[in-house]
């Protein structure tokens, strides 16, 4: 599998109208490992939530309030023919017109019939879940090329109802340009996943009720800090300077506690 960059677009549980109350980018490397970061926006999308971050961009330190859910682990794909019940009507799509990536998106007629891929995502680290591998989390991903997105369809739990509850995603796939990629593992009494690919490197991890995360931006040659919690360190600073080689151990962290990260996947994208 490629490594793939993706941002949601919108989430929609049934039967509510499709929103995105959250900033969310996923990070997935070849070997199927990835970094899935949803942090809350503010505003009138934000769905009255009562948490939301202050009116500033993504800029720095966040409290896990701001957290919508961050979580971490490997993914499967299998592919299956599309049944009767798993088919979408013109009108069920046209739905999600205002959330299309213009710039990517294709004029052609969408295909129904065929097949789609099933992905199942198995949690390892989880901001809500100290048991993470409790989650169920499993969808069937079907591309739109006329809206420049991949809809996610499955069921899970909404954590507003706390009811398993149909639900719509939909994904924008960012190019990977050729470029270094980089996944680190923290292993031991914490547990941690770090991926470095194309401009963005994000990380979370866990010790005990410990839960920490950041998220990295590059541009124009710079990298930015849009999101940080908690007090295990990332190893963000050889991640976004160095070339790093399987088997590296990257030490994170100032004064007496310190974190030991090994790269497990690195190579170009």
């Keep these: 599998m490629s490594a793939s960059i993706s941002r949601r677009a919108f989430i929609q549980w049934m039967p509510d109208k499709a929103a995105e109350p959250t900033s969310t980018v996923v990070l997935t490397s070849p070997q199927n490992r990835f970094v899935d970061i949803r942090l809350l926006r503010t505003g009138p999308n934000s769905q009255g939530h009562g948490n939301e971050r202050p009116s500033s961009q993504l800029d720095g330190a966040i409290q896990l309030k701001h957290v919508d859910w961050a979580f971490a682990g490997t993914s499967a794909s299998t592919w299956h023919e599309v049944n009767k019940t798993q088919q979408m009507s013109h009108d069920e799509i046209e739905q999600y017109r205002p959330f299309a990536c213009t710039a990517i998106a294709e004029q052609s007629q969408e295909t129904i019939a065929g097949k789609v891929q099933h992905t199942i995502w198995t949690h390892t680290i989880d901001s809500r879940f100290l048991d993470a591998d409790r989650v169920q989390d499993e969808g069937d991903m079907i591309p739109m090329p006329s809206l420049g997105l991949t809809l996610e369809r499955g069921n899970m739990c909404n954590p507003a109802t706390g009811q398993a509850t149909d639900y719509v995603e939909g994904w924008i796939d960012d190019a990977v340009e050729s470029t270094d990629y980089a996944v680190l593992e ?17 990380g979370v991890a866990r010790a005990g009720d410990n839960f920490a995360l950041q998220r990295w931006h590059q541009t124009d040659g710079a990298w930015s800090l849009q999101a940080t919690l908690g007090n295990i360190d990332f190893p963000s600073n050889a991640a976004s300077s160095s070339r790093l080689r399987v088997g590296d151990n990257v030490t994170a962290g100032n ?15």
């Excluded at 004064?255 to 994208?269: F, L, P």
């Design 186 to 202: 923290l292993s031991g009494e914490a547990r941690g996943l770090f991926i470095k690919l194309g401009s963005w490197m994000q």
């Design 255 to 269: 004064g007496n506690e310190h974190w030991t990260w090994t790269v497990i996947e690195s190579g170009n994208a």
